[in-house]
């Protein structure tokens, strides 16, 4: 059974407030903790699973975990699942130096929502992708890679530069969301 009201454990206050904006006109309820979760090596699939396991472990009830990637078609999808690790190394700054020694900027950012009714549950799996193209930064530095990030489907803007109503109707957020929805719909 799908739940009406979902529990979106993150640590990350950004991802948050879009998934709010986003969900405001499907009618779920959104509750929310931050716990920031121990994150597992190894494919999309397998992290969100085991990340949405620990949530519900942590919480004992009902969760939705969220992982996002960023992966290189040059670095044969990496660094995909630890993206954030470069990012905070490197800074949004320097995070197209990365590619400087490839012509193939191209890159895909993967949202892979996960939920479970609680502990020891089916977990399923929603995932949204938008393609686009690592580029200097451009933009407010505030959310993770958005300044980098230049989506194909956009106006030639990076995420950061773009409205986040614009953002939210094209990025990997969004596609993964409306996939949670038809779900949410269809079971209720
Ligand atoms: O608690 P959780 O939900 O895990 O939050 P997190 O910040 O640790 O997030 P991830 O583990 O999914 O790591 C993804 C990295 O990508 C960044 N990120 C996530 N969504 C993004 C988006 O839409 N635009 C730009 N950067 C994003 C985020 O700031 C992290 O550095
Ligand atoms: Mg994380």
Same mark, same amino acid.
């Given at each position: 059974m799908? &739940? /009406?009201?979902?529990?979106?454990?993150?640590g990350n206050k950004h991802k948050l407030a879009e998934v709010q904006a986003i969900l405001s006109s499907t009618?779920?309820?959104?509750? $929310?903790?931050?716990?920031?979760? &121990?994150e597992i090596q190894g494919s999309?699939?397998?992290?969100s699973r085991d990340k949405c396991k620990r949530a519900a472990e942590a919480v004992g !009830?009902?969760?939705?975990?969220?992982?996002t990637? +960023?992966?290189?078609?040059? *670095?044969?999808? +990496? #660094?995909g699942p630890y993206v954030k690790h470069f990012l905070t190394s490197l800074s949004a700054q320097k995070f197209h130096s990365l590619l400087a020694g490839f012509e193939d /900027?191209?890159?895909?950012?993967?949202?892979t929502f996960a @939920?479970? %009714?609680?502990?020891? /549950?089916?977990?399923?799996?929603?995932?949204?992708?938008?393609? !686009? /193209?690592?580029? %200097? $930064?451009?933009? $407010?530095?505030?959310?993770? *890679?958005d300044s980098c990030f230049e989506p194909t489907e956009g106006k030639g803007?990076? @995420?950061?530069?773009? #409205?986040k109503n614009e953002k939210n109707a094209i990025s990997h957020r969004g596609k993964a969301l409306a996939k949670l929805t038809e779900w949410l719909k269809a079971e209720t």
């Open positions: 799908a &739940p /009406k009201e979902l529990n979106f454990i993150t009618g779920v309820r959104l509750e $929310s903790r931050a716990v920031d979760l &121990p999309i699939e397998e992290i !009830g009902p969760v939705l975990v969220e992982d990637c +960023l992966c290189f078609n040059a *670095w044969d999808e +990496l #660094p /900027k191209s890159a895909q950012a993967v949202c @939920y479970a %009714e609680g502990p020891g /549950k089916d977990v399923m799996i929603f995932q949204g992708r938008t393609e !686009g /193209k690592i580029v %200097e $930064s451009r933009g $407010s530095t505030d959310f993770g *890679w803007q990076t @995420y950061a530069e773009m #409205p």
